[in-house]
Each structure stands twice: as C-alpha cells, then as structure tokens.
C-alpha cells in the first residue's frame, strides 16, 4: 500500500471519529441518560402501571424512541438493515398479543402484563443507551448515542471498513456537531 494511499485513509477514518468535544459530549450524554435510568427505576412498576401515566407524553416519547432505535436502529446498525425490520416486527406481534392476553385477562389495556414488557421496553432502552454512550466515547463513534453499540456488534463480528459505515442518524444532533468538528479539523490541516 503506497504511503500517500494510507495517509488519505487516515485522512477519512480522523473524519470519521469524533473529536474531543464530540467525546465530551457523550460523557455528559452518559452521565444524563444514567439519570433518566435512575429516575425510572426509582419510580418503578408501581408508577408505570399507574392509571395516569398512558398520559404523561414522555412515557410515549421514550416508548416511541425505544422502538426506533432500540428495535430497529440498534440491530440494523449492527447487523444489517434486515434485522431492524425483523426485530420490529416481531416486538410489534409479541407485544400486540401481550395486548390481547392483557386486555382478555385484566379487562382493561393499560394493565399487567402489558405495562411490565413496555417499562421492561423503556428501562432497557435507557440503559442500552447510556452504554452506548459510553461505548461512542472509547471508539469515537458518530452521529447518534446508539451508533456506539451498533459499532462495537460490528467489531466484534469483524465487521469491515468500519469507517465506511454511515453515522446513524441522532435526533440530539450529535451528527451535526461532528460534522462541524470534522470541518474544524480539516481546516485545521490546510
């Protein structure tokens, strides 16, 4: 491989990496989703199965999260875009028939069990991101938190060209505060 080859592959995989306030980011992203862990395992099943609590919209906002990229995005990042949509339609018929048996057994549907696999969904979900995270930190992985976790399956597959991988998208932005770091780092070199 001649040198100016491996100098414009370093020059692309430096691109691909976040830089130091990418990283510092994700750790204050580590150290808010380790909170909202807290938070939801402080208040526990008793506040979940509440009756008011299909009305707290955040409730939905995480469920909504959860499914997209937990389900989807977390195994299409890893394993490929088949396996997203595979997970999400299996989650989908489990826990629509979680819905039924629910609603059969308990007569009404914001019961158990369908209020434990949707906290189990969303409890997970926190601290699959907040691992994550932490993960996007060490590897220097991005765009979105969950990208990280999506990297490391890669890895550890022996995945290749890692670094031709797409950043996942990231409704926090974070793809976009690497792209401008990215820039600086370029104009930095010139």
Do not use: K
Not at 65 to 72: F, I, M, P
Not at 92 to 110: D, N, R, S, Y
């Amino acid at each position: 491989m001649s040198t100016q080859h491996r100098e414009s592959d370093n020059q692309a995989t430096a691109i691909r990496r976040t830089g130091p306030v990418g990283r510092v980011v994700r750790v204050l992203g580590t150290a808010l989703m380790a909170w909202f862990v807290f938070q939801w395992l402080e208040a526990g099943m008793t506040w979940f199965s509440s009756p008011s609590t299909p009305a707290n919209l955040w409730v939905w906002a995480v469920t909504g999260l959860a499914v997209y990229y937990g389900l989807y995005q977390l195994p299409e990042s890893g394993f490929g875009r088949p396996w997203g949509v595979r997970v999400v339609a299996t989650s989908g018929g489990i826990l629509a028939a979680v819905a039924v048996v629910t609603l059969a057994v308990q007569g009404e549907p914001w019961a158990a069990p369908l209020t434990g696999v949707l906290y189990g969904l969303n409890v997970g979900f926190l601290i699959a991101v907040t691992v994550s995270y932490l993960v996007a930190v060490f590897l220097g992985t991005p765009g979105c938190e969950v990208g990280g976790l999506g990297e490391l399956i890669r890895r550890l597959r022996h995945e290749p060209n890692l670094d031709n991988q797409d950043a996942m998208w990231c409704i926090a932005g974070l793809n976009s505060l690497d792209r401008w770091e990215a820039g600086r780092r370029q104009r930095a070199r010139r």
